[in-house]
């Protein structure tokens, strides 16, 4: 099962209790996946489609039992796509027209609206009802093994800008594109698709969202000190072989016996540890010497080796 049905399936089995909840949660729902059947001399059914079977339970129970309006569910086989679609209907003129006013998205003078009602969407609960609607409706969440991405897919420009109005109140930061015929409402950061699934009360997905979390911070982090260890080595290397390489003409030439005992030391300690640390090397010379001056010194052999050769 996907991430996205996991959340819907955990979000159908909370029934808003409130009828200004109920209402504005069933408008999102209707503004992504309603449609209007013109029957012919001003008569038309209202439906609602959905391949989620949960969901279309909890709206059919909104309907008949918080705005009290008749409806019925039925399924179909999408055999092209190997899913079921179900219908919620309300094949009776008069209910649909009714239902339509409760979701203001029909006037008393027949005039249809599209944009997000500021009358349902007033206070803080129905405004998060609001967002349950829409993301039962049409609403996703990627795999948060391969990305955060969260979106809504909206079938007019007025109800995405709503639907952007909405979340901007709540600090969640979301975007919108145009995708063939649909708009599209979209958050990509990980802390905001938390805060919006927290809101809308998917909290077993919030869990499994933040585990995952977890386990890529710390892969990253193993990932992270384990290219900057490889780093650190390769850097060591690179300057042991400088470094032993200038020793070596040093002797070639018979100018190593004619440095400085302090040098000379150092020298010998580097030959016979080629890839020890400075760190390492401290240790060899018994702490004589701490690693400041250790690099010091062998610098300075460096530049005794490069002096020669420029020489010759």
Do not use: W
Not at 212 to 227: H, P, T
Not at 242 to 250: G, H, N, P, T
């Amino acid at each position: 099962m996907s991430f996205s049905a996991t959340a819907k399936d955990e979000l159908a089995r909370t029934i808003a209790e409130k009828e200004c909840c109920a209402t504005a949660e069933l408008s999102a729902f209707a503004h992504v996946t309603g449609r209007i059947d013109l029957k012919g001399k001003g008569n038309f059914e209202f439906y609602m489609n959905t391949e989620h079977a949960p969901t279309a339970r909890c709206m059919l129970k909104l309907i008949k039992t918080r705005l009290n309006t008749n409806a019925k569910l039925i399924t179909k086989e999408n055999k092209l796509k190997k899913k079921h679609i179900y219908t919620i209907l309300i094949d009776d003129y008069n209910q649909s027209r009714n239902l339509l006013k409760k979701l203001k998205f029909l006037d008393e003078d027949g005039s249809m609206h599209f944009e997000v009602s500021e009358e349902l969407t007033r206070t803080e609960c129905c405004k998060i009802a609001f967002l349950r609607g829409s993301f039962l409706g049409s609403g996703s969440v990627s795999d948060p093994e391969k990305g955060y991405h969260l979106e809504f897919v909206a079938s007019t420009q007025e109800f995405a800008d709503g639907l952007l109005n909405i979340l901007s109140e709540y600090d969640i930061k979301a975007r919108d594109i145009k995708r063939k015929e649909a708009f599209v409402v979209y958050v990509k950061e990980g802390d905001s698709i938390i805060k919006l699934l927290t809101m809308i009360g998917a909290y077993s997905s919030i869990l499994e969202l933040e585990n995952i979390r977890i386990s890529k911070d710390m892969k990253n982090n193993i990932n992270r000190a384990a290219n900057c260890e490889a780093a650190n080595y390769s850097k060591t290397v690179d300057a042991s072989i400088k470094q032993i390489r200038a020793i070596m003409l040093l002797k070639e030439k018979g100018e190593l016996e004619k440095l400085s005992p302090s040098l000379l030391t150092v020298a010998e300690a580097r030959i016979n540890n080629k890839f020890a640390s400075l760190s390492e090397l401290v240790g060899v010379l018994g702490g004589k010497i701490g690693k400041s001056g250790l690099n010091h010194r062998l610098r300075k052999i460096c530049e005794i080796a490069d002096k020669i050769s420029d020489e010759l």
